[in-house]
């Protein structure tokens, strides 16, 4: 089997060698998101970035990253699968990806697309600005924010800020404490913010006056991409979560003048969710795909 080992910060340097070089790929492919979620195990083999995950309860491969023919990296996935004793699953296709898979394998595979799985996709510049008619309503929120908290003021989340942002997420977990769900997005939170250094991560926190309402927190996934791990306001306030998005837009825009798109992530078939990420409209969905071997494809 491939000595798969957990992701660590530790490994960063190495990982990122691959994972940064990834053009437009999802969320997934975010070393903070494989430090911080779930059950994630890495490998390198010649000149591939190997990855295994548990998600849903189900064994899955992510589809390889690196340079050259990804063949051997295939073999060699389907050979752990084999000896794994379970079915063969790559995750997180893109459309290249599967046009790849089946010129490599045709006929072998079957694939699905898994919409709970797009990503959103978003021009930084307008994020930052939300021109547009179809952003009036945010920026609505935002000035009635505004005119309710004329002290706001934002900053950069570091370990000294680390108090108030437990503030903010106690109050915020004490809103939703009957939301099962949430007990492993709470635990990869709380350990982003204890590794903020060795992760890399950016975060803002906002504050009404000296109360914090707001955060959000993030990496770089690639040259050109941040992904928005975390966004987390008080709704009792209005106005804290546009001002929230829009003033981390403007904070990475000015850091990192390269980064032309924010990621935020899937919205995991949450209806709620999904209302909220759409209300943005999107610049791109970029769609996840599934691929299983068509004899296994009962395995789904």
Request: glycine fraction near 6%.
């Amino acid at each position: 089997m491939i000595p798969f080992e957990r992701f660590r910060p530790e490994k960063k340097a190495e990982y990122d060698r691959f994972l940064q070089r990834c053009e437009m790929r999802g969320c997934e492919y975010s070393f903070a998101n494989l430090c911080l979620w779930g059950r994630q195990y890495g490998a390198v083999l010649e000149n591939h970035l190997l990855l295994f995950s548990h998600f849903g309860g189900k064994s899955v491969y992510p589809y390889p990253v690196g340079s050259g023919s990804v063949r051997p990296a295939l073999e060699a996935l389907m050979e752990d699968a084999k000896e794994r004793g379970i079915p063969f699953r790559l995750t997180c296709l893109t459309k290249a990806d599967c046009e790849e898979l089946e010129t490599l394998y045709p006929g072998r595979f079957y694939f699905f697309s898994d919409r709970d799985s797009a990503d959103y996709i978003y021009d930084i510049h307008r994020l930052a600005s939300l021109t547009g008619k179809k952003l009036q309503a945010k920026r609505n929120h935002i000035n009635r924010f505004l005119e309710a908290n004329p002290q706001w003021r934002t900053e950069v989340i570091t370990q000294q800020l680390l108090p108030y942002c437990n503030q903010l997420l106690q109050r915020w977990y004490a809103a939703h404490k009957n939301e099962a769900e949430l007990s492993m997005e709470k635990y990869a939170l709380y350990t982003g913010l204890a590794n903020l250094n060795e992760l890399e991560l950016e975060g803002l926190l906002l504050f009404a006056g000296d109360t914090p309402v707001a955060l959000s927190l993030g990496s770089r996934l690639n040259e050109t991409v941040f992904d928005v791990h975390f966004e987390k306001a008080d709704a009792d306030i209005p106005g804290a979560y546009p001002l929230i998005n829009r003033e981390f837009a403007r904070y990475i825009q000015k850091k990192c003048p390269e980064i032309r798109y924010f990621n935020r992530e899937d919205d995991m078939g949450l209806p709620g969710l999904r209302k909220a990420k759409e209300s943005y409209t999107p610049d791109l969905l970029l769609e996840q795909y599934w691929a299983v071997w068509v004899e296994e494809s009962d395995y789904v």
